[in-house]
């Protein structure tokens, strides 16, 4: 059976024979694959021209409702995914990892919605001042890059792999072409084809080439963002391209690196520590047969505690049984191809030279329920190098399969020099119950590693592990690990897009950003904002309220309400040296005053005020001062209904600007109110 590639609106087949592809576990050919007679560069422009403008359009609301939608719709078909997978190696956990963590993603980047504005761009941090007398300012918006992401990605995550980078891009507003590894690429074209079945994706924001991408990086613009997920050596071929230097295209690489992870000197045999690191070690080792660019490479052990931790992971290794993933009580299955096998044999072979096989053998092992020599298989191999500083293969040469050394170090300094020494890595682990230990371990490794996870008995039991990044925290690495970062939640969003500076009269900021700015001018809502449903309320409306004079008896009685009996509330013979020069109102009772002034008291479509942000008492308010409020709408973000009987409902932020009678802010806070809609 022939795949098909999925480009410019059609499903094509490549005009050649292509590439045969086969069974991980029973070495039958399956499918060929091949990309002879696609046009790289109309592919790329179709996306720029098709699915950008679409995509670009939408707002985030829309685009994390779009993500949300196709997660939901994914996983009512995952059964589907399990059964194919089978024929990459994997176990069901393998499979688990690979098929609802990419979902897992999609559901991830969909929450993100709810920290992004309700528009096609996102509002970047906070107005800049620029001149004397507020009237012009500075700001940072960024919008969509008009290109498409290039996703290259490897063969051991042939869903997920898809998955957690087009999350990203598409809550950016860009479309994606994915390249996977054509070795498992079957798997991925059988996921995008119920993708673009469902119509759940605008046209030309997802397309798909399951043969060689060759030649495809000589067409990339400006605008286009490529990622990279691979081998270090490939991975910098790459990032050389003429093509990338000359137009500055973006290039996220994240690549496989020589991952460690640390004992802790506490962790002694019998603590419950110890038991815990050799479960992650033995699983890092075998889940996906070690083909995982975040597998446990390097294995640091205190030198005293050597021989218990070859020891009790040999046992650990001995029980992990290998085989074909649909027999019971098989735990590891096979590497993805035979071409990975000898590869991965070399590998071994070149550290041995350098270091000693404690256990496991390349030719010497059993395999339950299929044939040796016709799947892709390979034992755990676990080797002992008694001298790591000066033997250093082990910092050099990664066997991307089930092959990790135990590494002996004498102090944390050591250990923390041992994990530098892999030239930068996408993690390391240390499992300690020492946090002190812990703490000196991370500060010290922390720049040479993307990512760093402290195990102990208290987190152990609901810890995601060594191996599994999360989809709102960076993937990726410095140096070798290939120096890019991937999802991160909304720093992930923005690798896709251009940040811009913006400079102006507030007024035109607030219109630019459709957030309201300091100093901008107040628009006349017509009646008090708190009569008005979410769509009728406009950016900038300001209600200036009554105003009233603060008393002692109001500082008085407010400290008896609250108990806050602070001195300077309610101990005048307390104040010499310090900043007061009487008794002060509480900055709490200023802010309820406020809302007092605010407030319209009867019933209208505000349903409840759940929130405070940004909240500063800048100035002290003192008996007899006279205070208003300036209530401005700051922000709207609009909300989906969950079910029908759920009011149609969103979020808005009014300004609270508390001044006194010198026109001087006392107290600024943004209150976050539900407001219903007038369309049920």
Not at 25 to 33: D, K, P
Not at 176 to 201: C, H, N, W
Not at 515 to 524: A, E, R
Request: charged share 25%.
């Amino acid at each position: 059976m022939k795949l098909k590639n999925y480009v410019q609106g059609s499903w094509v087949e490549g005009n050649d024979e292509g590439k045969a592809l086969y069974h991980a576990i029973t070495g039958e050919q399956l499918f060929t694959a091949s990309s002879t007679g696609l046009n790289f560069a109309d592919v790329l422009q179709y996306g720029r021209e098709k699915g950008s403008p679409a995509l670009r359009k939408m707002t985030f609301q829309q685009r994390g409702l779009m993500l949300k939608a196709l997660a939901l719709h994914l996983l009512g078909k995952k059964k589907k995914y399990y059964e194919l997978s089978w024929a990459t190696g994997a176990t069901k956990v393998d499979s688990w990892i690979d098929i609802e963590g990419g979902i897992g993603n999609l559901f991830a980047n969909a929450s993100l919605r709810r920290q992004f504005p309700d528009l096609p761009y996102y509002v970047d941090g906070d107005a800049v001042p620029l001149s004397k007398e507020g009237t012009f300012i500075g700001h940072h918006i960024m919008v969509p890059k008009q290109g498409v992401a290039l996703h290259i990605n490897a063969f051991n995550f042939p869903i997920w792999g898809m998955l957690e980078k087009v999350a990203v891009n598409l809550m950016a507003g860009v479309p994606a072409v994915v390249k996977p590894a054509t070795l498992t690429s079957f798997l991925t074209e059988l996921m995008v084809k119920d993708i673009i079945d469902s119509g759940i994706l605008p046209e030309g924001a997802l397309q798909l080439i399951c043969g060689s991408a060759n030649g495809i990086l000589d067409h990339v613009e400006s605008e286009d963002v490529v990622t990279f997920t691979g081998s270090a050596s490939t991975g910098m071929m790459l990032k050389a391209h003429p093509r990338l230097i000359e137009k500055a295209v973006p290039f996220n690489m994240e690549a496989d690196s020589l991952n460690s992870s640390v004992l802790g000197p506490d962790a002694k045999l019998g603590t419950p520590e110890f038991d815990i690191f050799i479960k992650e070690v033995r699983k890092e080792m075998t889940v996906k047969a070690g083909q995982k660019c975040t597998a446990i490479r390097r294995i640091i052990v205190p030198e005293e505690l050597t021989e218990d931790v070859q020891i009790a992971l040999g046992k650990a290794l001995g029980k992990t049984t290998l085989g074909d993933p649909q027999v019971e009580g098989v735990r590891m299955g096979a590497l993805a191809g035979k071409s990975q096998v000898e590869e991965v044999r070399e590998k071994v072979e070149l550290l041995s030279q350098s270091q000693e096989i404690v256990y496991g053998n390349l030719d010497n092992f059993e395999v339950m329920g299929a044939d040796k020599d016709k799947g892709a298989f390979l034992s755990p191999i676990l080797f002992r190098n008694d001298d790591p500083f000066n033997k250093t293969d082990v910092h050099e040469v990664e066997a991307f399969g089930p092959v990790s050394s135990i590494l002996p170090y004498k102090s944390i300094d050591d250990a923390v020099a041992l994990a530098q020494m892999g030239k930068g890595s996408l993690v390391s682990s240390i499992v300690t119950g020492d946090d002190k230990v812990a703490r000196e371990y991370v500060v010290g490794a922390a720049n040479m590693h993307g990512r760093i996870l402290v195990l102990n008995a208290d987190c152990a039991k609901e810890s995601t592990g060594h191996g599994s990044p999360m989809p709102l925290l960076t993937h990726g690495g410095p140096g070798r690990a290939g120096g890019g970062e991937e999802m991160g939640g909304k720093r992930g969003v923005m690798h896709y897009m251009q940040r811009t500076a913006i400079q102006g009269s507030p007024t035109t900021i607030t219109e630019i950003t459709q957030q309201y700015q300091v100093g901008g001018k107040f628009f006349d809502p017509g009646k008090h904002v708190f009569r008005k449903h979410f769509e009728e309320l406009n950016v900038g409306e300001t209600v200036m309220t009554h105003k009233r004079t603060i008393t002692e008896g109001d500082i008085v009685n407010f400290a008896n309400v609250s108990w806050d009996h602070f001195y300077a509330h309610t101990d005048t013979t307390s104040l010499d040296g310090t900043i007061f020069e009487e008794r002060v109102a509480h900055g709490y009772f200023i802010l309820s005053a406020a809302a007092g002034l605010f407030v319209d008291p009867g019933k209208g479509p505000v349903l409840l005020n759940y929130g405070l942000e940004e909240c500063r008492f800048v100035k002290p308010v003192y008996t007899g001062a006279t205070i208003g409020v300036k209530f401005t709408v700051k922000e709207k973000v609009d909300q989906e209904k969950r079910d029908d009987e759920e009011f149609a409902k969103g979020i808005v932020k009014f300004l609270v600007d508390v001044y006194d009678e010198t026109g001087e802010t006392v107290a600024i806070a943004t209150i976050l109110t539900m407001v219903k809609k007038l369309e049920q």
